[in-house]
């Protein structure tokens, strides 16, 4: 049985060939992919065995597409809960334990109540267990140590982190563009 055209999303490489992301992995739907394919703004790389047709097309849908035209990142991403947690790798860091997201929270390493803002600069990934340890209470009052001091990440150093946590799927045309540009083992 061939899969339904929803279930094949193509993954979109930069016109250098790299991801645009890698955590979240940049994926369009197969109707945006058609649609850029037309608008001739992607070169196809990698295509499914599933074709799609109109009265007057038929087309394998693609599985791996380069934007035409080099898109930049933006220099530093956003100040948002998940990319604290990927800046610091999902891992407490107060105790370094690692904990999938829902048993993660931020803390502020200054508590907002004696002048902490919310900022990278201030802004760890911690367990439960550790927020609620340390509380309002600054790291000394508390006996509590920080495992690497919070800063603000370049989109680079994000890519790099996302680039540990593959997602839970991968198709097989996707492995050589994703990870072509890591080093190879010598032998």
Excluded at 59 to 88: G, Q
Excluded at 132 to 144: D, P, R, T, Y
């Amino acid at each position: 049985m061939l899969p339904s055209p929803e279930s094949c999303p193509a993954l979109v490489l930069n016109a250098d060939f790299r991801p645009l992301s890698y955590f979240p992995l940049s994926l369009w739907s197969w109707q945006d992919t058609v649609k850029a394919v037309f608008l001739d703004r992607v070169t196809i790389l990698s295509e499914y065995d599933r074709v799609v047709r109109s009265p007057s097309f038929e087309m394998f849908l693609p599985s791996v597409i380069a934007l035409k035209e080099y898109v930049s990142p933006s220099r530093h991403p956003a100040f948002t809960r998940f990319n604290v947690f990927l800046r610091d790798s999902f891992r407490c860091q107060y105790c370094f334990t690692p904990h999938i997201t829902h048993e993660l929270t931020f803390d502020h390493v200054i508590p907002k109540s004696k002048g902490g803002t919310t900022s990278w600069t201030n802004v760890v990934t911690a367990c439960g267990e550790c927020n609620l340890h340390k509380g309002s209470h600054l790291l000394h009052e508390c006996g509590m140590n920080l495992r690497r001091k919070p800063w603000r990440p370049t989109s680079h150093e994000l890519q790099e982190s996302g680039r540990a946590f593959p997602p839970n799927y991968l198709h097989e045309s996707w492995r050589d563009f994703l990870y072509w540009d890591t080093e190879l083992e010598a032998s």
